[in-house]
């Protein structure tokens, strides 16, 4: 009865300062009051949780982890202890398996009986000497997960309450190439025991939605119900944010789907009381609405921000710095309804109309609402809680002093919109400025999630070209590059009759085997670029040897009628008998990427712009260099990828092998 349980509660799993002791012993209290049942300590900047992770703890640390375990049992709160190896384990070394396993006992010693090894964020290629005793990366994280979970049910039988386990494809968009069709999660799904429970945090890392329905694909592939690890409040990924508003996004269906929901906050422990708190509503009821729990919540927030014994800030602005600061995908109302005023404000062409006074009153009112605030919180008697707001509250003082300067004087000059502003309290290369920002300001960020040059170069315009991954509609586009670049970047169609054949051969595999590094460029006529790459040629060559070309080769059939002035057969042969060439001296280089771009999307800086994208997505997947091939005669292109900072590596039968080491 109680692994049927649905888990409720937090994870202390961010990445900055771990939480105090006294915050964890008020937590545990509070998770009891709002009817939740466990926390998770995973914080990542415990070293010994991370980085260092097969050092055991010291007397002094272990006599705080008694401590917390204690007062979790006292209070009916699951203590789960979380262990991330995945950064530097070698899952076939034995002696990294009994450090691994004898870390876990040294917690199992301190009274702890729930465990959960994590495996996210951390390089997705197996260390030579795993490859050669397992297949996969899944199937070696499912193998050292299960000893743990075999040894710990060994030692402790029905004692040991849980075993949690946490994917490196964690979620929908990491799934490659979709959650239906990973071979990660479907080895996941077969390997992993039964009784381990599956972490998941969604469609995304920061999910604003989990429908019931994509949980249900999930659970056909995994074999079990996932554990929502949600990072709805997190805000560890940019350190200008904080989100106080209610635990939303979720359905009443979704709690029979799941086994779960553990909320990874803020890292700031006091900005977490409504987050948390409408978090136990959600799961605890069955007629959970976000905006009543919000005001609940936030009327028993209330008292922590006591200004005397007979004070209190007023419930009206608490409610201000809730909407505020509320949720990533999401402004609170009043906070909405200033950034409508201030849009209408600077759009409008009629300054003298009384619209435009009463906007512009009610705009300039809020803005020295919200810099009140700030004095008003600094008279809380909780300093904790001020300091988890403070720079927060900093920057919106200071915008806003601003922004009423600003619409009250400048916005009434005609033709305002064509004069520079500026504050008189902002000081050049002060006010935002730094190392940080200075970058910053080189680039645009657009709403769809695009950088952009702020100064680009001329002629171009960025509006219309946009660079994002690859996605199964785009087959038929990735061919149309391919050929129309095909005969040495120049178009090869006359030279085809299957305009497709060219791109089955050199684009549209890599799209259908490895689609997380496979990007195009795309601008108001469609598809006009793209750059593909493999993070493991031999992996990859071996892959299409044994998927792509055996489906190819049963519709393209053999012999072939030889055309004069056509290519097709060339091509076609291959698909019966490929050359897939990988030399050993290539080992340093073990990835590599084809890049090709029609003629209206050339000489603009975007072929630069597409491989810095591939680059960062083969480094975040661990890859050590990439290498290419090129005609010998393309003089422009060695020139191009010799400023990257590519080297030569070989000509072999006619083809020139460039390498470039991350």
Known sequence: GEMSELLSGCIEGFYGRPWTLDQRLELIQNLKKWKMNCWMYAPKDDAK????????????????????????????????????????????????????????????????????????????????????????????????????????????????????????????????????????????????????????????????????????????????????????????????RLYLGPYSGRSEALKSEVAGFLSNPNCEYEANFIPLMTLGMYTSSSDYDPIKALDVASQAWTPRFRISSTECLPQ????????????????????????????????????????????????????????????????????????????????????????????????????????????????????????????????????????????????????????????????????????????????ATKFFRDPKVLGLRWAIPYMMLDGALAFVLEDEIGVCGYVLGAINTPEFYDRMRKEWFPKLALQYHLPIVEEEGFRDAEIIREFHSPSLYFPAEFSHYPSHLHIDLLPRAQRKGFGTKMLRVLFDAMRSRGSQGVHLEMSPSNVNAFRFYSKLGFQKLAEIDGGLFLGLKF
């Open 49 to 240: 949780h991370r980085a260092i992770w097969r050092e055991k703890y010291t007397e002094e640390e272990a006599k705080l982890l008694r401590t917390l375990l204690a007062d979790c049992n006292e209070n009916g709160i699951d203590f789960i202890y979380a262990i991330a190896p995945g950064l530097n384990i070698r899952y076939s070394d034995d002696a990294d398996l009994e450090a691994l396993r004898s870390k876990l006992l040294q917690v199992a010693s301190f009274g702890c009986r729930s465990f959960a090894i994590l495996f996210d964020d951390i390089p997705r290629d197996l260390a030579v000497e795993d490859k050669t005793q397992f297949s996969s990366f899944a199937v070696a994280q499912c193998h050292v997960t299960n000893v743990m979970h075999r040894d710990l049910v060994k030692e402790f039988g029905s004692s040991l309450r849980r075993f949690l386990f946490c994917p490196t494809e964690y979620n929908a968009r990491m799934a490659n190439p979709s959650v239906k069709e990973s071979q990660y999660l479907r080895e996941i799904g077969t390997y992993l025991h039964k009784d381990i429970h599956f972490f998941w945090t969604g469609p995304d890392i920061i999910s604003p939605e989990i429908p019931a329905s994509s949980i249900q694909e999930l659970r056909e592939v995994i074999k079990r119900k996932p554990t929502i690890w949600d990072n709805l409040h997190a805000n560890d990924y940019d350190l200008r």
């Open 316 to 491: 009206s602005d608490v409610q201000l710095l809730i909407d505020c600061f509320y949720l990533p995908h999401l402004h609170g109302p009043i906070a909405q309804s200033h950034i409508s005023d201030l849009e209408f404000l600077i759009s409008s062409r009629d300054a003298g109309s009384d619209h435009f006074r009463q906007v512009s009153s009610r705009f300039i009112d809020r803005c020295h609402r919200l810099s009140h605030l700030y004095e008003e919180m600094t008279r809380i008697e909780n300093r904790d809680l001020l300091y988890s707001v403070y720079p927060y509250l900093w920057e919106l003082k200071e915008d806003n002093y601003m922004l009423a300067d600003y619409a009250g004087k400048h916005l009434q000059l005609e033709s305002h919109w064509e004069k520079p502003y500026r504050w008189r309290e902002h000081v050049a290369k002060h006010y935002r400025g730094g190392f940080v920002a200075d970058l910053q300001r080189l680039l645009r960020f657009d709403d769809n999630g695009c950088f952009f040059p702020a100064n680009a170069p001329h002629g171009v315009s960025h509006s219309t070209y946009v660079i994002r991954p690859c996605m199964r509609s785009d087959e038929m586009a990735l061919a149309n590059v391919c050929l129309g670049t095909g005969d040495s970047g120049a178009d």
